[in-house]
């Protein structure tokens, strides 16, 4: 017969194969949206919409407690983001300087 701590390693391991699946599973999500460029747009204006890359201090304490609470869902995405694709950060970065260059330019030749 099996003695309880051998039951409770095997639980544990049952666990830990269990998470290791479900956070495999987010990580391929979040790979399936990265790779349409419509979805890279979109988690791009969500990180921006987070604060990621600014100070959450603000004029009161109720608004820098607001702005971090943003910031922290931000980070928590750009983790995953990072760990999905590592590269996709960049590629995002760069088709964003694209679009705002293509922008200008068309902004400039309309004027």
Same mark, same amino acid.
């Given at each position: 017969?099996?003695?309880?701590?051998?039951?409770?390693?095997?639980?544990?391991?049952?666990?830990?194969?269990?998470?290791?699946?479900?956070?495999?599973?987010?990580?391929?999500?979040?790979?399936?949206?990265?790779?349409?460029?419509?979805?890279?747009?979109?988690?791009?204006? &969500?990180?921006? +919409?987070?604060?990621?890359?600014?100070?959450?201090?603000?004029?009161?304490? *109720? =608004?820098?407690? #607001? @702005?971090?609470?943003?910031?922290?869902?931000?980070?928590?995405?750009?983790?995953?983001?990072?760990?999905? &694709?590592?590269? +996709?950060?960049?590629?995002?970065?760069?088709?964003?300087?694209?679009?705002? *260059? =293509?922008?200008? #330019? @068309?902004?400039?030749?309309?004027?």
């Amino acid at each position: 017969m099996k003695d309880r701590d051998q039951d409770d390693h095997e639980d544990q391991k049952r666990i830990q194969q269990l998470q290791k699946q479900e956070r495999d599973r987010e990580l391929n999500d979040l790979r399936y949206v990265v790779k349409n460029p419509g979805g890279r747009r979109f988690l791009w204006r &969500l990180l921006s +919409a987070c604060g990621v890359y600014r100070s959450s201090i603000a004029g009161t304490p *109720e =608004a820098t407690y #607001t @702005n971090e609470g943003k910031r922290l869902i931000g980070l928590a995405i750009l983790n995953d983001l990072n760990a999905a &694709l590592p590269t +996709a950060l960049l590629q995002m970065q760069q088709e964003h300087e694209s679009d705002l *260059e =293509a922008r200008q #330019t @068309n902004n400039a030749q309309e004027e």
